[in-house]
């Protein structure tokens, strides 16, 4: 953690403006990244994570720094112990694997310019087929498992493989992997894409694809050999008789393992209006704000807040055809929004917008620059950046989003997702 050492001066500034922020760490998919680390970002997809250090929850922009395609903004803050902000980056699908830069944090008042974490952005894999797609395997041989897709460099096999045996991957490429399996107890069981995931400095990033491999492990590579020795003839035997005719033991009957219940998750994406102190909101809702007509004037105009929207996805590999429902409620239980889903296609999904009775309102930008007179209604001489705009209280454009929301998938339980299933059909924000 780099320290920053200050004249006394400039330290009693500090008590009537923005503190100076310094970055303990960052979080990431569950990992905590040091500020010098390279926080990996996944390619077509909304990446949520958390700046943690004092003073950070200060912060009222973020910029991105050599990484087209990637677009962020803060969407929750905390201050106190632990401060942090929480980020929304989304990697458009063009980003380049691969490719390395750094998120910058802006504030309003900049003692010792800005604070930055650096990034790394990589392509998630996608698992098209696993060859064989069936077998009947034997505990305790080995067998070697061909895996083909796209950005398999990075595959690894998860804890799915523990209680089924000894699993590694052997060679990774880009299109093909080879793992390497050996059984340790006779079972049946189905691989899905919960048996593989990225590299840990990859942050585990859940390999796409709809693929399944039937297997069955039995105790020996004897039996269903279709072999069988004639007995012996009797004892004594010399005076002909026919010998017995030889006996064989029926091959097994083959059972498939039954697919594995779906599982429902909860989903958003976007941000939600919901004004800070002195309400200030989101800076990329100023973004494109017309210059103001005098420089110590500010830049004010009415914006349209994007939608938020939220559902459910499917994550596994089995098809749900039942109709359930997901709901948006507050944190009170009172009901936002209930939606019904007739069926969803494994690794399908389903969203919906937040219904709002209008999707504008009025905003200010305030610069450093800006007269006295406007920065004291919003707070002061420290008020830098975008504000929504102070409006009689009964203009239909001064409105915010609920403080707390909350979905719920599958409210009527109709849908059998197994004893693990049931625990993230609920998210709170």
Do not use: H
Not at 20 to 40: W, Y
Not at 121 to 142: C, D, H, Q
Not at 247 to 274: E, I, N
Not at 329 to 342: F, I, K, L, R, S
Request: charged share 20%; proline share 7%.
């Amino acid at each position: 953690m780099v320290r920053r050492i200050l004249p006394l001066c400039v330290l009693a500034v500090l008590f009537a403006s923005p503190a100076l922020a310094i970055i303990d760490k960052v979080q990431a998919c569950g990992k905590d990244f040091s500020s010098t680390a390279r926080v990996p970002l996944i390619i077509g997809r909304t990446n949520t994570i958390k700046v943690f250090g004092g003073f950070v929850d200060t912060a009222n922009r973020i910029e991105d720094a050599g990484l087209p395609g990637v677009k962020g903004s803060i969407t929750a803050r905390s201050g106190g112990t632990g401060s942090n902000i929480t980020i929304e980056i989304n990697i458009a699908d063009s980003a380049k694997d691969g490719d390395e830069g750094e998120i910058r944090l802006r504030y309003p008042v900049e003692l010792a310019g800005f604070d930055k974490f650096k990034v790394k952005l990589f392509a998630p894999a996608k698992i098209t087929s696993v060859t064989p797609a069936s077998a009947v395997l034997v505990v305790g041989r080995e067998i070697v498992f061909t895996i083909r897709g796209n950005n398999l460099t990075r595959l690894t096999a998860t804890s799915a493989w523990d209680s089924r045996g000894n699993a590694r991957m052997i060679s990774t490429s880009a299109t093909e992997a080879r793992l390497r399996f050996v059984p340790e107890r006779v079972r049946e069981f189905n691989i899905t894409k919960s048996f593989f995931d990225t590299a840990p400095e990859f942050c585990f990033a859940m390999v796409e694809g709809n693929f399944e491999a039937a297997i069955t492990v039995r105790a020996d590579s004897s039996a269903g050999s279709g072999g069988g020795t004639a007995p012996p003839p009797p004892a004594g035997g010399g005076g002909g008789g026919t010998a017995p005719a030889p006996t064989r033991t029926p091959a097994p009957t083959r059972t498939t393992a039954p697919p594995p219940p779906p599982d429902l998750v909860a989903t958003k994406s976007g941000s939600l209006l919901r004004p800070g102190p002195n309400r200030q909101i989101d800076s990329s809702l100023c973004t494109n704000l017309p210059a103001p007509p005098r420089p110590d004037q500010a830049a004010t105009g009415t914006v349209t807040v994007p939608p938020f929207r939220w559902g459910v996805i499917n994550s596994s590999n089995t098809a749900v055809n039942t109709a359930f429902t997901v709901r948006l409620e507050t944190a009170t239980g009172q009901v936002v929004a209930t939606e019904t889903v007739n069926s969803l296609t494994a690794g399908g999904n389903q969203t919906f917008e937040m219904r709002r009775a209008t999707s504008q309102t009025k905003v200010i930008r305030i610069d450093a620059v800006t007269n006295a007179n406007t920065k004291a209604q919003y707070g002061g001489a420290s008020a830098i950046g975008c504000f929504q705009l102070i409006m009689d209280a009964s203009d239909p454009l001064n409105w915010k989003d609920p403080a707390s929301l909350k979905i719920k998938v599958d409210t009527g339980n109709t849908v059998n997702e197994g004893s693990g299933g049931e625990i993230n059909n609920e998210i709170s924000f």
